[in-house]
């Protein structure tokens, strides 16, 4: 077993990895046109408008929600360690991987938008709305709600690891209902 996570935390942490991210970042700043430099004004403008709907949140609540996904205690500490390792420098860097990551960061927002459902008049969305909805893959997206389970801080709300396997039909419509509501842990 030792072998294999070392095998497979070999794939994951390599630079292989890092460098597609980085392609798939830089291909869809390019395919965007850098959506995030052309539109910041209105990005900005819309952001603290603070109009909300009765299906929905405001454009600020969205933004929040977005963010608390995306920085984390990982993200915190990362940051200090990369400049406790590399020094002020390591900071520009993190800036650039930012900065192309943004546009990878839209395509998944405008997905979620193009696939997102109404229910209970509220809007659903998110990675396994577009994955089940738009590649046609629901096993794939009950993989994912699946896998998610088991991210730290959600494990004890929602997942035990010692559910018996009759339980886990039930405990993933309990995950997607999670994911349905936008929840920051998820």
Known sequence: MEQFVDWL???IW???????????GLFYSLLTRFLQVRHMKEMIKQMFQGKSSEAGISSFQALSLALSGRVGTGNIAGVATAIAYGGPGAVFWMWLIAFVGAG???????LAQVYKTKQDGQFRGGPAYYIEKGLKMKWYADC???LRCWRPGCCCRVCKPTALPREWKTRLASVRRLQESELPFF
């Open 9 to 11: 935390n070999s794939i």
């Open 14 to 24: 390599s630079q292989y990895l890092v460098y597609l991210c980085l392609a798939t």
């Open 144 to 146: 994912l709600l699946l």
């Open 104 to 110: 990878s960061a839209f395509v998944e927002a405008a």
